[in-house]
Every structure is written in C-alpha cells, then in structure tokens.
C-alpha cells in the first residue's frame, strides 16, 4: 500500500502528464528498446513508427497517476493490459527493465527540478506497486491457460493444416497442434499471440480467432499491410504444413452472455473477431444484425459464408457497404458508413448490444453515431489500441 505522501506526490504530476505524456513514453520506448534489444520482439515496430504505442502508453501512466488513490477507477484499462501482456507473453524478469526505463525517462524529460530524488522514488515506489498487481493477474491467466482442456503455458507448436485466399487482401490460415492433442476453449472475439522468426529476428503478433472454438484447430485470418513484415511473411512465406509457434488465446473483447439483439459493424480485417461471434450465436434465437463495409467486393472477405448463414438463419439481418464499389459490385450502400445508414439497418428499440471495430477513423464514426442513435454507452463494446478517448469525435 502507497503511503499518502507517495500518492500525493505521484497526483501532482498528473498536470506534467496531460500536456508531456506522449513526449515521456516516446524518450521511454526510445531508451529501452535501444539499450535492451531483448524486449524488442514485444513491440510491433509499426506502432513504434507511427506513435500509437507511445500515445497509449501515455494514457495508461496518466490513468494510473490520476487514479493512484482509487485504482478500481482503472475499470477495463487493468484487463485490457493483462490480456495484451499474456499474448505476447510479458514475464515477470521484464519488469524490472521497463521500470529502469520509465524512471530515467522521467528524470530526463522532465528534468531534475521537477523530477526529483523524491518524485522518483514516489513514482518508483507506485511502479513496483503496478507491477505487482499486473504480474500477479498475468501469472492467474498463465495458470488458468495451462490447467485448462487442451490448454498450454508458453508457446505450443501448430501446423498450418490449411491456407485459403479470403479476398484480395486477407488470407485464412487454419492451424492444429503438432503434438495432435486438443486445444483449449475461447471465446468469440479473443485472439492468439504469434512467435516467428524472420531473416533471424524474432517477432510477435496478435491475430484475432476467426471462427468459433471447435476444440481440435484455431483460424487466424490475416490482412496483407502494405510494408507489414509479419503478413507479408505469413501471406508469401507459410505455407500448408509449415510450423507456427502460438501462445494460448486471450482477450477482453469478448461476446457477452445476453438476450439482446446483438449488433456486429465492422470494417475491413475488423471483420475477423465478429465471424466467431456471428458464428457462436447463428442457431440461436437472438436477433443479429450484421454490418460490414469494405472498399469494394474485391476485397470483402467472408461475403458468401456469411449469406450462407443469412440463407438458413432467420435470426440474421446483414448489410454491406462499399466506399469505392468496382463495377458489379452489389451493396446496400455505397459511400462511407452514416448515421442515416446505422439508423435504417439496427433495430427500432436501440436496447442491443453493438460490437464494432475496424481502422480509427470508422471507429470514432461509428461510436459517435451509436450514441447518438440511443445505443446505451455500457453497451457499445469496441477493442482499440490506444486510449479510448482518442475514439471521441
């Protein structure tokens, strides 16, 4: 327990935070991954490059200073965390390295007459404090992961018994055990954290589960990104009967138990976590409404599976939205996704539970226009890297 004086002066670094936050967390990443290259494999380089990691990392250090006092005010950031920790497999011995890192960042950004000796060591002091907390509940996810059906602690080796071509740009891959046994359950809307090796780095990624758990195999389903070293390798360079490394599901972005009618929008590869929950509720009697937009049919993955299901589920509503539909292309709409469309397509009552994800700027589109439609904020569910408020039109 923080002693009263730590806290108070942890809280009065809060106003530095909100106006210097990002420029801290960026000078953090750029000591640690520089002087410690053994944690490099645990941060996509991407997010490096374009300063979504620094920006959510600021987010989290602010939350955690503003509600050093009152740490359940955290809510769903503590989870959130975890679940991307377990992923990629965070381990108690890299504590101690961020910890280093996030000091000295402090003491350099800041400078020694704000940062000092005693606002280090209350910061030091409330650091060790976090990493407890989050190594505990990672060490509770790890256990529960390995005493679990089919479940496993670390990286287990999976052969990709399948590989099919989705669309123009994302590409499924079905992946079973080596050792032949069974593999643990998940839930729809979790994901698996990957381990390759390419041109002798190693590299770590999380890929949503696109189908529902069927205890035997998993199905990731991975969009090629322009300059993306990881699905680039995994579309040119795995193939059928090649070996994969994965780390067991996790996630907090899941499908709630409920009797609402449940709302799926998603945009692009965003389109991969609401498969496993269409596919999880499409002999229920629950209401779905499904919303997909893409640029163009070219590109829209899952089209026919999903009218398969629409053909024999009559609890099933879907519609597709094309931006820059190709000539042929057949939609319920073209142009980018509006109110008018949200308004038209979800149910008249708007007590349902609404899942969406896709790139930012739909994101920040879609929340606000659910809000506005009367969708119940606790029951708008979205999964973002970064701070939500960023989603915040």
Not at 20 to 28: D, I, K, S, V
Not at 180 to 193: C, E, H, L, R, T
Not at 226 to 242: C, I, M, P, T, Y
Not at 323 to 335: C, I, R, Y
Request: with cysteine; charged share 25%; hydrophobic share 40%.
């Amino acid at each position: 327990m923080l002693s009263s004086q730590v806290r108070a002066i942890v809280k009065s670094t809060v106003p530095l935070l909100e106006t210097g936050g990002e420029a801290l967390t960026t000078h953090f990443y750029k000591l640690m991954l520089s002087e410690y290259p053994e944690v490099r494999p645990l941060f996509n380089q991407a997010h490096q490059a374009s300063g979504d990691q620094a920006r959510a990392l600021a987010n989290g250090v602010l939350m955690y200073a503003r509600h050093i006092d009152q740490l359940e005010q955290l809510g769903p950031l503590v989870s959130r965390i975890v679940a991307k920790h377990v992923s990629l497999q965070i381990l108690p011995e890299h504590y101690p390295i961020v910890g280093t890192c996030l000091l000295r960042a402090i003491r350099e950004v800041l400078g020694e007459e704000i940062a000092t000796d005693e606002v280090i060591a209350a910061w030091a002091e409330a650091y060790n404090l976090l990493a407890g907390l989050l190594i505990g509940a990672e060490e509770e996810v790890y256990a529960a992961s390995a005493k679990a059906p089919g479940g496993w602690r670390g990286a287990r080796l999976f052969r990709v018994e399948r590989k099919d071509v989705e669309s123009a740009e994302i590409t499924s891959f079905y992946l079973v055990p080596e050792d032949g046994g069974a593999v643990m359950d998940f839930s729809p809307g979790q994901y698996i954290g990957l381990r390759l090796h390419i041109d002798g780095e190693e590299v770590r990624r999380n890929y949503s589960l696109s189908a529902a758990p069927n205890g035997r195999s998993y199905r990731i389903s991975v969009k090629r990104e322009q300059g993306g070293k990881v699905s680039n390798f995994l579309h040119d360079r795995v193939q059928e009967g090649a070996a994969l490394e994965l780390f067991a599901p996790t996630g907090d972005f899941t499908l709630r138990r409920s009797r609402k009618p449940l709302v799926l929008i998603t945009a692009g590869v965003g389109i991969t976590p609401a498969l496993a929950m269409l596919e999880a509720e499409r002999h229920g009697e629950r209401p779905i409404h499904f919303i997909h937009c893409a640029r163009n049919g070219a590109v829209h993955a899952f089209r026919d599976w999903v009218e398969e299901v629409a053909a024999s589920a009559r609890n099933l509503r879907h519609f597709f939205c094309y931006s820059e539909p190709d000539t042929g292309d057949a939609a319920d709409a073209t142009g980018l996704l509006t109110r008018e469309h949200l308004a038209e397509w979800l149910p008249a009552d708007r007590d349902v539970e609404a899942y969406f994800l896709g790139p930012k700027g739909f994101m920040v589109q879609v929340k606000k226009h659910l809000r506005e439609l009367g969708v119940p904020e606790s029951q708008s569910h979205y999964e973002f890297f970064g701070p939500a408020s960023a989603l915040e039109a």
